[in-house]
């Protein structure tokens, strides 16, 4: 019993160590092709620096259908990922990795809720989005994704 406690502890100690590892204080963003096409980049990207994120990497391409099929993986099932492959893929967007304390969760909050009309007063959504299709930003959801999400789009070296 005492030996089986210790057994415990060990291993809820190396778990917290491993998922440690995992930084807190960076993020994944896409300026989405709504915002490029009404030439948005420069305000938003004002908002995003103004708010105390650093750009760690930047730059405008565009996904071709692949690249947005499995970027968006997880809504595959959903009603609108026809949808949301297509107006992902019109055009260019700027993906960016944003450097700053809390990053998923603050920058989530700049941007406001996905539906526009929900979003909070002064976020990027509320200002710049047109509907919960076209909603001018992408931030990521988890510390992990952020990961993920930053090396679909850059190279290590891209990153600084
Ligand atoms: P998020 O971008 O706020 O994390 P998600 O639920 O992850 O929102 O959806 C990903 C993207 O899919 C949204 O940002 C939006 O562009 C699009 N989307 C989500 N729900 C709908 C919908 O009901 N109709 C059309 N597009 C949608
Ligand atoms: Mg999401």
Redesign the pocket.
């Known amino acids: 019993m005492g030996l089986h406690l210790i057994f415990v502890n060990l291993n809820t100690t190396f778990a917290a160590k491993l998922t440690s590892t995992m930084r807190t204080d960076r993020t994944f963003t896409m300026l989405k092709p709504d915002s490029v096409e009404k030439g948005y980049i420069g305000a938003i990207l004002e908002k995003i620096t103004g708010a105390g994120f650093k750009i760690v990497a930047m730059k405008l391409t565009q996904m071709t259908q692949s690249d947005a099929e499995t970027f968006?993986a997880v809504?595959n099932e959903r009603p609108?990922f026809g949808?949301?492959v297509e107006?992902m893929t019109r055009g260019p967007i700027v993906a960016a990795v944003l450097e700053k304390e809390n990053a998923v969760q603050d920058f989530r909050t700049l941007i406001g809720a996905?539906n526009p009309a929900d979003a909070a007063e002064g976020t990027i959504r509320k200002m710049y989005a047109a509907s919960?299709?076209?909603?001018a930003v992408?931030?990521s959801?988890s510390d992990e994704n952020a990961e993920i999400e930053s090396q679909f789009h850059f190279a290590g070296r891209e990153i600084f």
């Open positions: 968006y809504h609108f949808e949301l107006y996905t919960m299709g076209e909603n992408h931030g959801d």
